[in-house]
């Protein structure tokens, strides 16, 4: 797993992480170790091998429980954390925030009361009229989401 790939892992742990409306303090410091590590000039998996969690912790914002899980994710290729939570909340959630008029608020509604985890469960429940019972959604809002579902 290169420093990218990481960095990826990162940000889609904290988009994950806001869509459930988790603390912001926890969601910043996973954006900013992602944006530290993908920027990096040594790979951390050279980091790991020459140094251990020490030479890891020498990266901005990479703390000590960072630190465990960029160990994790280069030894396992998961971590215990992004695992449990993608049990609680489907990966598939985050192609949800790629439409436009859908922010982390609408896509955790929609996650939580709706019990809609993909695109594919979405086109479904804007065919079933569902969009006029969210919340937060007006008419034009849903306009745009029937038409970007629609392209795709």
Same mark, same amino acid.
Request: charged letters at 30%.
């Given at each position: 797993?290169?420093?990218?790939e990481?960095?990826?892992?990162?940000?889609?742990?904290?988009?994950l992480?806001? %869509?459930?409306g988790?603390?912001?303090?926890?969601i910043?410091?996973?954006?900013?170790?992602?944006?530290?590590?993908?920027?990096?000039?040594?790979?951390?998996?050279?980091? *790991?091998a020459?140094?251990?969690?020490a030479?890891?912790?020498?990266i901005?914002g990479v703390? $000590?429980?960072?630190?465990? $899980?960029? *160990?994790?994710?280069?030894?396992?290729g998961?971590?215990d954390?992004?695992?449990?939570?993608?049990?609680?909340?489907?990966?598939?959630?985050?192609?949800l925030?790629?439409?436009?008029?859908?922010?982390?608020?609408?896509? *955790?509604?929609?996650?939580?009361?709706? $019990?809609?985890?993909?695109?594919?469960?979405?086109?479904?429940? %804007?065919?079933?009229?569902?969009?006029?019972? %969210?919340?937060?959604?007006?008419?034009?809002?849903a306009?745009r989401? $029937?038409?970007?579902? *629609?392209?795709?």
């Amino acid at each position: 797993m290169n420093n990218e790939e990481i960095a990826r892992r990162f940000n889609r742990m904290a988009s994950l992480m806001e %869509v459930r409306g988790e603390d912001t303090f926890r969601i910043r410091s996973y954006r900013m170790a992602a944006e530290a590590i993908e920027t990096w000039p040594t790979p951390m998996r050279e980091i *790991a091998a020459r140094e251990g969690q020490a030479g890891l912790l020498e990266i901005p914002g990479v703390g $000590k429980a960072l630190a465990g $899980k960029i *160990a994790e994710l280069l030894e396992r290729g998961t971590f215990d954390a992004w695992e449990r939570l993608t049990t609680e909340t489907p990966e598939t959630v985050l192609d949800l925030l790629e439409l436009p008029g859908i922010g982390p608020k609408t896509a *955790a509604t929609l996650s939580q009361k709706f $019990k809609i985890s993909s695109r594919e469960d979405l086109r479904k429940f %804007v065919e079933g009229g569902g969009l006029e019972m %969210v919340d937060g959604i007006g008419a034009r809002t849903a306009e745009r989401i $029937k038409s970007s579902l *629609a392209r795709r």
